[in-house]
């Protein structure tokens, strides 16, 4: 058992006496009342709500949640919108902490505030599962302090180095390899989500590395910021194709949002995709995955809401019954292509 682990038991015992002594049902402490029904508050705050694959992520945490009550075991969620505004989140926050609920699972506005918001959550003795933006330690990595050393704090997602190799991989197995003008180098558009989230960041470098680990030449025509946005998406590549035309081979978009609307620029712009432009994005949203399958995008990467957000209501469960946890969770991409 490590230092996390043995902290956290001992956290873990000193939480469920404070829950056990709450019993009045408006304290927002778990209570037990009569016929020894157990209700937890969760409250989930959820960075905005205006974003597709934020909203299927959501709506599963709450359907989940709901699978695992039992007779004796009720669970009291609240979904707050954070309104891509961090001063909002952070009164979302102090609410949930006045409420007293017993886990927050947390989708920061911006994982520079991370500090700050974990240690307030932290001082109140209400633990905290991260997801979906992770704040990055001091290297870089998963060496974030708030994490490592807080036993009751942890970070569930994917790895979005993984997410940006299978998008340049993706273009690197065409058959063409992405040049379709045969000019011996791989020109291409970059549409980024919002720069200050390592999702965005990674996607953008992997995505490009792998075609140059795969010994292909790449050739930036432009790279804009679309922060995860379809109509920005659309924007951007719009202009590009104006500006740029047939020089522009390929568009990577940081996840499928933005590819939507990138596709609405493309078909205005009398392009084809898999004709005369490859099209990829990120998170295999429904449309998107039909759309891969009748040619209308060349790729997408499965961002599985489905198992990283049943993982994040497993890990705010164990923290409830006490039980020791990990500092970082990780769920798989997946790669699509046309079946
Ligand atoms: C990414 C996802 C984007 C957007 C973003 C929000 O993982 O691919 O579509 O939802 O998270 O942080």
Redesign the pocket.
Known sequence: MNFKKLLASAMTVAMLAGCSSGGGAASGSASAAAGDVKTYNVGVAI??FN????TL?RNEIEAYFKTLETDTVKYNVQIVDGKNDMAEQSNQVDSFITQGMDVIIL?LVQTSSADAIIDKVVGAGIPCVLI??EPLGDNGDESYAGILDNPTVCYVG?D?RQ?GTYQGEIVAELPDKGDINGDGKVSYLMIE??PE?P?AQYRTQYSIKALEDAGITVEKIDDQIGN?DQKKGQEICSTALAQYGDAIEVVFC????MALGAYAAITDAGRTVGTDIYLLG??ALDECVEMVNNGQMTGTVL?DAVGQSHKAVDVAVQLLNGEAIENYYWVDYVKVTKK
């Open positions: 960075y905005q974003d597709n694959f934020m992520y989708n979906n933006r994917a979005a997410s989500g919002d989230n999702d995860w940081n996840n499928d949002a990120v998170d961002n």
